[in-house]
């Protein structure tokens, strides 16, 4: 099957032309051995701008990464209260003499984070990397 980018100009012009003749895109995606999705991108670029024209590769992502910036989703911190520091500080201090034995019997668990959804409403920001832990990129949480 054809990719988008191989296209030429009259074939996207004809692979138009059958759409807007009402020609189903099962049958255009037959005819021209297409995937649905290069037929129906093809459209809404058609639909959106009037145009078939394909730029030539220049994404705002792919600008970002060239400059060093990436997608990722910020770093998540619960903000702790004085009262939460004195405890976790005095636990440390409780435990700093233990021994490896000791220590081979506790077992640290997280919780992972799941969803039955699509959509798991996360944000991403743009950040270079190495500063993920910057107070810039970090979003505090308290549950």
Known sequence: ??????LDDGRRWRIVG???AGQSQAQICREFDLTPSVTCN??????DTGSI????GVTVSKR???????ARRPAVCVPLTSTNRRVRLAWCREHRDWSM????TVLFT???RFSLNT??????IWEEPGTRYLPSNVCEIDH
Request: proline residues 3%.
């Open 1 to 6: 099957m054809s990719n988008h980018q191989h």
């Open 18 to 20: 059958r759409q807007e």
């Open 42 to 47: 093809l459209w809404k670029q058609f639909q």
């Open 53 to 56: 024209q394909r730029k030539p």
């Open 64 to 70: 970002l990464h060239e400059t060093g910036l990436f």
């Open 101 to 104: 034995d000791k220590w081979a």
């Open 110 to 112: 997280d919780e992972s």
């Open 119 to 124: 959509d798991s409403r996360r944000t991403f």
